[in-house]
């Protein structure tokens, strides 16, 4: 499953101390978008498929677990970009 992760805005916010991130995940000619939260107690990121008319439901299941997985990863590393 090559692609492209795209982190679109990583917001912190102070006042409760946590985290909130989208983007899209981009493979071949599918667009999926997410978004994500982290509280910052440790439980990590949780990260849910924005639901559209395409995208996610194109993907098999090991797919999207593969994409949710890649997406995550991005997020630890604070980067913008991310082949995967």
């Not at 985290?19 to 939260?37: D, P, Q």
């Not at 924005?50 to 997020?75: K, M, Q």
């Amino acid at each position: 499953m090559p692609g492209t992760v795209v982190v679109e805005s990583l917001y912190h916010r102070e006042q409760f101390d946590d985290w909130l991130g989208g983007g899209e995940l981009r493979v071949g000619s599918t667009t999926c978008r997410w978004s994500a939260y982290n509280s910052g107690y440790g439980f990590g990121w949780e990260i849910e498929p924005v639901a559209e008319e395409h995208g996610w439901s194109d993907l098999s299941e090991e797919e999207a677990d593969r994409a949710i997985a890649a997406i995550e990863r991005v997020l630890g590393t604070h980067r913008y970009a991310y082949s995967v």
